[in-house]
């Protein structure tokens, strides 16, 4: 007997933690991938790599109509089935409020939070008709820990962070699990944390993409609520909490990008 067909969706699959989720839920019994992002070259040749039935759309999720054409996509392609949507796509520009303003505000806030929430509107219905089915926010540890020069992403975030909450209590009824994935520095092709990666005291802050692939594999197939990657990342959500002065002023130190790290800009293309 042959398995029943489950239809994942991956937002900027076109390289990063996306295409290595793409290529992590391609080895699940049943799996056919929809694969989404602006590269449609990129998104092609992952298709015809993958072990499995795939299909792809190359579409700016900026764009006003780009929700619609994804599910119209679900709807030729895939008989209108999803299984799981993992709102993965993002990416972030470093910048001093003073100095970039609501500009970089706004442009972080339309990807990395409007665009998930628009796409998460249009599909609710095929995740409900689905059921038992899940979504998958990626989030950032800068979505729990803010600071200098990154307010922007993680204001972002923040929001995201949120509303994934409020999304999870209200969608178990109908049998969608929604949870969440809070990286921290990743090594992709548009960060390579080389200098992180080579201190032995600053090597465990960074993980690759496959690891981030298989924590979105279990908030979304296995039902957890959220996990951080690396898993220490958590510390410091807690830390925010318990200290909120000490956190506060260890991250006044410096701009640097610390935990703000998730995909990089490619994941937004």
Known sequence: MSEAKK?????????????????????EPGAELVLVARREERLRALAESLPCEASWLAVDLTDADAPERVRAHLGERHDGRLTLL???AGASWRGAFAEAGYENVHRH??????AAV?????????????APSAIVNVASAAGRVARAGTGSYSASKFALVGWTDALFAEERPHGVHVG???PGFIATEGFPATELRQSILTRWTVSNPEKVAEA????GLRGKAERYVPRPYALAAIARIL????????????AASGLTTKT???SAR
Do not use: C, H, Q, W
């Open 216 to 219: 979105i594999v279990d908030t």
């Open 118 to 130: 628009r796409l998460t509107e249009a599909l609710l219905p095929l995740l409900r008709v689905s």
């Open 180 to 182: 969440m994935v809070l």
């Open 264 to 266: 990089g800009a490619e």
């Open 86 to 88: 993992v709102n993965n």
């Open 109 to 114: 806030m339309e990807l990395n939070f409007e």
């Open 7 to 27: 239809t994942y969706l991956v937002t900027g699959a076109s390289s990063g933690i996306g295409e290595a989720t793409a290529k992590r839920l391609s080895r």
């Open 243 to 254: 200290f909120p002065r000490l956190v506060r002023r260890v991250l006044s130190g410096g």
